[in-house]
């Protein structure tokens, strides 16, 4: 039994000494002007947020149970759980798919037959709609600073990190020159493909939220089973043992890897880019 203790209590050293590092490299405030860049890794805030709070959870698993898989697991549902029961990444998709139609639309009404492409486009990074706003704006500063249109297309389609996206770029670079009806015809074709996307879309997320929400409840119930677990002291005493540890992470992987099977069940495919951004070659 001491050699068990003694083991927990290396593991959970080392474990907190990983986390505290996690943390003072997550807070380091940012480096004076001047001074020799760094080696650091770059994270979005939403990214250091969910990090932030996954270190905290572990935190406070570590002092309730002393158990380390529990540690790795309450960090790890912290980290990945949101991005299986939440609808975010899916509702962004279809606000860029129908901000793609919105701007779309506005290009081919733009183009008339004193007005070229290049400054079609430049005119609609003027007011883009708001999803795509960032990827609108790039494409109208690359231009109006004379890059090669076609480079600032694939860029702009890299920026967007759509298929839908690839489709525009590559028909606005073969109209690339022309002015009048023919890109006018081409633009108001996509733009009807993708308000038919956005309806397709949008209705089978509706189909997918109510997989959410069992996936939601099946978290909610291990949530619950795993309270009742630690608080529960003569069910969890087992769990203390280096074999409960082994058993600890078997079950963990097991559920970890239903509620994963669960979600890749409900998770609509997206088919993959085809055009290549600007400086990596031609798109095949």
């Known amino acids: 039994m001491a050699e068990v203790i003694a083991l927990a209590g290396v593991a959970g050293g080392l474990v907190l000494a990983g986390l505290a590092m996690l943390i003072l490299e997550l807070i380091r405030p940012a480096p004076e002007p001047g001074t020799p860049p760094r080696t650091r890794i770059?994270?979005?805030?939403?990214?250091?947020?969910?990090?932030?709070?996954?270190?905290?959870?572990?935190?406070?698993?570590?002092?309730l149970t002393r158990w380390p898989v529990a540690v790795i697991a309450a960090a790890l549902a912290v980290l990945f759980l949101p991005s299986i029961t939440s609808s975010r990444a899916a509702r962004q998709q279809a606000a860029v798919l129908e901000g793609l139609e919105q701007w779309t639309r506005r290009l081919s009404d733009m183009l008339t037959a004193s007005r070229g492409l290049e400054e079609a486009l430049e005119t609609s990074a003027r007011q883009p709609p708001a999803a795509i706003e960032p990827a609108v704006t790039a494409l109208g500063r690359r231009l109006a600073a004379r890059?090669?249109?076609?480079?600032?297309?694939?860029?702009?389609?890299?920026?967007?990190?759509?298929?839908?996206?690839?489709?525009?770029?590559?028909?606005?670079?073969?109209?690339t020159g022309r002015r009048g009806g023919a890109v006018r015809d081409v633009l108001s074709a996509l733009a009807i493909m993708l308000a038919r996307d956005v309806a397709a879309r949008r209705e089978i997320e509706a189909d997918r939220a109510q997989h959410r929400t069992t996936v939601k409840w099946l978290a909610l119930f291990v949530l619950g089973f795993t309270v009742f677990a630690v608080l529960n002291r003569s069910y969890s005493l087992p769990y203390g043992t280096v074999p409960g540890q082994v058993v600890m992470a078997l079950v963990t992987a097991l559920y970890a890897g239903g509620l994963r099977w669960l979600h890749h069940l409900g998770s609509l495919p997206v088919p993959g880019r085809f055009l290549a951004a600007a400086g990596t070659g031609r798109g095949r």
């Open 42 to 63: 770059s994270l979005a805030p939403r990214t250091r947020k969910r990090l932030l709070i996954a270190t905290g959870a572990g935190v406070v698993t570590l002092a």
């Open 147 to 175: 890059t090669e249109t076609e480079e600032a297309l694939r860029a702009f389609a890299a920026d967007i990190d759509d298929p839908a996206g690839d489709r525009i770029a590559a028909a606005l670079i073969i109209a």
